[in-house]
């Protein structure tokens, strides 16, 4: 059976009449009979009609036929599930399973396929005829049977198995052929079958005819758009489902909530097709209706109807356009309030409406963000949060710090390696977000740490380049903290490392701006002169207005009008109104964060805190602002896009040159990851912002402080006496040393075990407590000794570098490449750090 084009048998082995098999094989059937129907195949995509690209060159736009996309995925097999429940008027046939239990003073318990002469064969009782009987006759008429030979019993009966039936699908199908389906199968479950329509079908006329007549005419539309299966019949052997050609077709787009391509029945109105579509949009303007329309199949004609009963009685012809258009997006008698204010948004405009109505007082202009960051200023801190891994400071007690690390377990020892592997739980993907927070925290601040390690020569280098740093502030819910992950620590007696780790890991209380100030001096009314439609700004006094109550600046308002109330952030207004925070930082008297006054200078802020204390140290005393350290930062883009350009040609004449031992291979290679190492960590580097202010080591009053103006973020740190030197590098014992005006620099690398075997001493430089270097290759007069006699002052730090280039075989375009890679560190930061 079955043996049509896409045939589906859906009929199980054949059971002898009488054979008995149990619930579990049934059920197990029924699964496999379930999860093969979910099964579905994929038609191939139909290609676009020619009415859909006629409307795609009218419209620019695709539009989908209603209804295709049913029959887009369609069953592998039609199998309904045995579970299903059997109606009362199901007839029972030839092939059919009933199951049968009688208890009482017979016990039987069986599952009987109905023979092709329509009988079962129950055992004790004999052969039954049922073929015929509807399943609602079906107990009665057992009952009947099992009587004439037993009494006192009991019976129950209900459907397993159904028996399947022949069809045929014709017509405009998709998949036509003979399908052998369920006798539970209706109309609609054939068409799902054979996958429906194809392009050239209707979905409006689906003919099911019998014995040569039309038994139902099914319109799929009923069930799509109004669920009405009222039509839908139940198949019967050797029906015909006729599916027909494709009817005329419409186009409807614009304003309506599916919009697409509809078939047409006889006599549909624009009312019919808008229902269909779901009716109009909420943004429809339903004033007036577009339709375009094919006249005799010649020229095209547009007309426009009404959205009225009599428009909407419009009939509809193959080939029409219907256009429904949308509201303009235009607001009548309103104004519109933006910038910086507390609600900014659209108002109803009244005659006589004036800028006072819209901003009644100075609360109207604070905007909502500066109150929820006001508020959570209050939010209570946690006593203590560990640092993240990235950048840890070893702190010598005097309490300046260098970082020298450029990852979280570079230099640290077994057992400090243990101790940061379990705080931060390895957690690859928070060093990553650590690393790219915008102010890195890889800074040399005025001194070594004691046992402190460096890996290379570009470490020192790179280090330099963030000296003096105390890290930069960063932004969590409105609420500005220090970098937990740099600044100074000083250890209290007793203190061991990790405390002071902890210490780092505590958020800080910081001054500054929570919001954009206003702009007092100018706002705007924006007005669209209604018979030029050119646009007209209208100043007005923000500051007369609200604050002195200046009626000549309380404007009149127009409909439409804009009026835009503007901050700082929008406007750059001048500095003598621009409101300036500094903070002073260490040992100043009154130490805090202080509102700039117009033309006050950093030596009279600082006069004005109380000057300094006597431990104050101007010689290591740092000044940051933040728009130096934007060029700064630009600079160092700058430079590392130039260099990493540079080394890539030279990487290409290396690959293209003939490289013949497989030990100049091998170095090549390794050359080429240590280059793209150097432009990573290079990538990394932060710039500070620091202004080297050229202090010398003996000055101590506030005269020596600089007369310059300050800006709007400044820091201007004071650090206390420092007691130490520092020797880092490659030398064979990095430390802090106690600082004697009688040593030089050949005393201290004395002291530091001198250069190691990877040092490369003609690189060696100072790192000055002011923040400038001075270096050995600078430094040297004729006799090349004046570096080693270079007097060194509190705070220094003494760099040595190691080595980066050893000569191979490899060819003179390989050590070129090398070459760059060993100077371009010590290149950069020559370049952006001042060399007296």
Do not use: C
């Not at 990394?684 to 020596?704: C, H, M, Y």
């Amino acid at each position: 059976m079955g043996n049509g084009y896409p045939g589906l048998n859906t009929s199980s082995p054949a059971i002898a009449p009488g054979t008995v098999y149990n619930d579990t094989t049934s059920s197990v059937t029924a699964q496999q009979r379930s999860q093969t129907q979910q099964q579905r195949t994929p038609l191939p995509l139909e290609p676009l009609t020619d009415f859909q690209k006629f409307i795609a060159s009218t419209t620019g736009q695709v539009l989908p036929v209603y209804g295709a996309d049913l029959f887009r995925n369609v069953p592998a097999t039609f199998a309904p599930l045995d579970t299903a429940p059997v109606p009362a008027d199901f007839v029972v046939g030839p092939e059919d399973v009933l199951r049968i239990r009688v208890w009482g003073q017979i016990d039987f318990q069986s599952n009987l396929r109905v023979d092709r002469t329509g009988n079962i064969y129950i055992p004790q009782v004999g052969s039954v005829h049922v073929a015929g009987l509807t399943f609602a006759e079906l107990d009665s008429h057992l009952r009947e049977a099992v009587s004439r030979v037993y009494e006192n019993f009991d019976l129950n009966v209900d459907m397993g198995q159904i028996h399947s039936i022949q069809i045929y699908v014709s017509g405009q199908a998709r998949r036509p052929g003979v399908y052998t389906i369920s006798s539970l199968s209706t109309l609609v479950d054939a068409i799902f079958a054979s996958g429906g329509p194809s392009v050239e079908g209707s979905l409006r006329h689906i003919e099911l005819r019998r014995s040569g007549k039309v038994v139902t005419d099914f319109d799929l539309y009923a069930l799509l758009i109004h669920g009405d299966k009222s039509k839908d019949e139940k198949l019967q052997p050797g029906d015909v489902i006729y599916i027909a050609s494709l009817g005329a077709q419409t186009a409807v787009t614009g304003s309506v909530r599916n919009p697409a391509i509809f078939e047409l029945r006889e006599g549909e109105t624009l009312a019919d097709l808008l229902a269909d579509a779901g009716g109009a949009s909420a943004v429809a303007a339903e004033s007036r209706i577009s339709i375009e329309r094919i006249d005799d199949h010649k020229a095209r004609q547009a007309m426009e109807v009404d959205y009225s009963p009599t428009g909407l009685a419009t009939k509809l012809t193959n080939g029409d356009l219907v256009r429904v258009y949308s509201i303009l997006p235009v607001y009548q008698k309103t104004v519109m309030l933006r910038g910086n204010v507390a609600n900014p948004g659209r108002f109803a405009w009244h005659p006589g409406m004036r800028v006072r109505d819209l901003i009644p007082d100075k609360d109207s202009l604070i905007t909502q963000n500066y109150w929820w960051a006001r508020a959570r200023l209050g939010l209570p801190t946690p006593d203590f949060e560990p640092v993240p891994g990235f950048g840890q400071m070893h702190q010598p007690r005097d309490g300046y710090a260098v970082t020298l690390r450029r990852s979280p377990t570079e230099g640290l020892t077994t057992s400090e390696l243990q101790e940061e592997q379990q705080r931060t739980g390895n957690n690859t993907q928070s060093q990553q977000q650590q690393q790219q927070q915008p102010y890195a925290d890889q800074q040399i601040q005025n001194a070594a740490p004691v046992g402190s390690q460096l890996s290379n020569a570009q470490q020192p280098v790179q280090q330099l380049a963030m000296q003096g740093a105390w890290g930069a502030a960063q932004q969590n819910n409105g609420i500005e903290r220090a970098d937990r992950r740099s600044g100074n620590i000083s250890l209290a007696e007793g203190q061991t490392l990790p405390t002071g780790r902890s210490i780092a890991g505590q958020r800080r209380t910081e001054v500054r701006i929570l919001a954009p100030e206003i702009d007092w001096d100018y706002a705007v009314i924006e007005r669209l002169d209604p018979k030029t439609f050119k646009t007209i700004l209208v100043p007005f006094d923000l500051g007369e207005l609200v604050l002195q109550h200046d009626e000549s600046q309380n404007l009149e308002l127009q409909a439409n009008d804009v009026v835009t109330v503007f901050s700082e952030a929008d406007v750059r207004v001048p500095i003598a109104q621009q409101t300036k925070l500094v903070k002073l930082d260490g040992e100043v008297v009154h130490a805090g964060t202080y509102t700039v006054q117009p033309g006050e200078t950093l030596r009279q802020l600082v006069e004005r805190a109380g000057g300094l204390t006597p431990n104050a140290y101007l010689y290591g005393s740092e000044f940051t602002r933040q728009s130096v350290r934007i060029v700064q930062q630009a600079r160092i883009d700058e430079y590392v896009q130039q260099l990493s350009m540079q080394i890539l040609r030279g990487n290409l004449a290396v690959s293209s040159s003939a490289v013949s031992s497989v030990q100049d291979q091998a170095a090549a290679v390794a050359a080429q990851s240590s280059e793209q190492q150097l432009i990573a960590s290079l990538r990394q580097i932060r710039a500070t912002g620091r202004i080297v202010l050229e202090f010398k080591p003996d000055n101590s009053g506030i005269s020596s402080i600089p007369d310059i103006s300050m800006e709007d973020g400044d820091h201007f740190i004071v650090p206390s006496q420092p007691s130490n030197i520092n020797v880092v590098g490659a030398v064979y014992d990095e430390n802090s040393f106690l600082f004697s005006s009688r040593r030089h620099v050949s005393s201290y690398l004395q002291m530091a075990g001198g250069p190691n075997q990877n040092a490369d001493s003609s690189y060696a430089f100072v790192i000055r407590a002011s923040g400038e270097v001075v270096s050995r290759r600078a430094s040297n007069g004729p006799w090349g000794n004046d570096f080693k006699n270079l007097r060194v002052y509190a705070g220094d730090t003494i760099v040595v570098p190691e080595k980066t280039f050893r000569p191979t075989s490899l060819r003179t375009v390989l050590d070129f490449t090398q070459i760059i890679s060993q100077l371009a560190l010590s290149t950069f930061m020559f370049s952006v750090l001042p060399i007296p």
